[in-house]
């Protein structure tokens, strides 16, 4: 299969603190997604970071992706309290028109 | 971005039932989906909902159980079937544009059977 896993599982910082978590996904890709979803609603599309792309901003996030290692990383700086939700990262195989997501990541920002 | 509908927003069914889910986009898309997600896990996608025809199934997934129905570019309805406490999930349609590679998702609807 080719879903993603992503770690931490779970991670509890303080506020402004800095946090990352990485997704680690199993075939070859069009692009990687990563969406963020507060207490169980609907999905926000965070950043899209093509196969080509090593690295993409986006106010206070930052993505990385390393095709050769098959795995990305979303770094949210300066956290704050609002922030905190379940991340997930989902992939674009090539060849495939759907999405497959990693586990997840539930980010809780402590005041 | 598409803005996206789902009714209901969360529903309480008695097993046995059915119950169907309906996505409304503002604007025509090219593609829409279906997914699940059950309590604790990630998202699951059941099926693409296909304009005009029948929809195409993933694995563990079938039409009689799920059955989809999508009649233009910007509604379509999920049905959950014969219902059992398993079916206890979220579920959320999303979108896709021609030449836009982000998916939009709904709000979703939150289902309980009991």
């Known amino acids: 299969s080719q879903q993603g896993e992503e770690d931490p599982q779970a991670l509890s910082i303080q506020e402004g603190e800095n946090a990352t978590m990485n997704c680690s996904y199993k075939t070859s890709i069009n692009n990687l997604q990563w969406y963020r979803q507060n207490s169980g609603r609907g999905l926000v599309h965070l950043i899209l970071?093509?196969?080509?792309?090593r690295e993409k901003h986006s106010g206070r996030l930052r993505v990385t992706l390393d095709t050769s290692k098959k795995s990305s990383s979303l770094l949210i700086t300066a956290s704050r309290a609002a922030d905190t939700a379940s991340y997930f990262c989902?992939?674009?195989?090539?060849?495939?028109?759907?999405?497959?997501f990693g586990q997840g990541t539930r980010l809780t920002i402590n005041p | 971005s598409a803005v996206i509908s789902q009714k209901p927003s969360r529903d309480i069914c008695q097993r046995g039932t059915s119950l169907t889910i309906q996505c409304q986009v503002d604007?025509?898309?090219?593609?829409m989906f279906w997914y699940r997600q059950q309590p604790g896990q990630s998202l699951t996608l059941i099926a693409t909902?296909?304009?005009?025809?029948?929809?195409?199934?993933e694995s563990g997934f079938v039409i009689d159980k799920f059955p989809i129905s999508r009649p233009n570019l910007t509604f379509s309805t999920l049905t959950v079937s014969n219902m059992s406490p398993e079916d206890s999930s979220i579920y959320l349609c999303?979108?896709?544009?021609?030449?836009?590679?982000?998916?939009?998702f709904g709000p979703g609807t939150r289902l309980l059977v009991l």
């Open positions: 604007s025509q898309v090219t593609m």
């Open positions: 999303s979108v896709e544009s021609q030449g836009i590679e982000t998916q939009y």
């Open positions: 970071i093509r196969s080509n792309e």
């Open positions: 909902a296909n304009q005009g025809s029948e929809a195409t199934y």
């Open positions: 989902a992939t674009d195989g090539k060849g495939a028109q759907k999405l497959v």
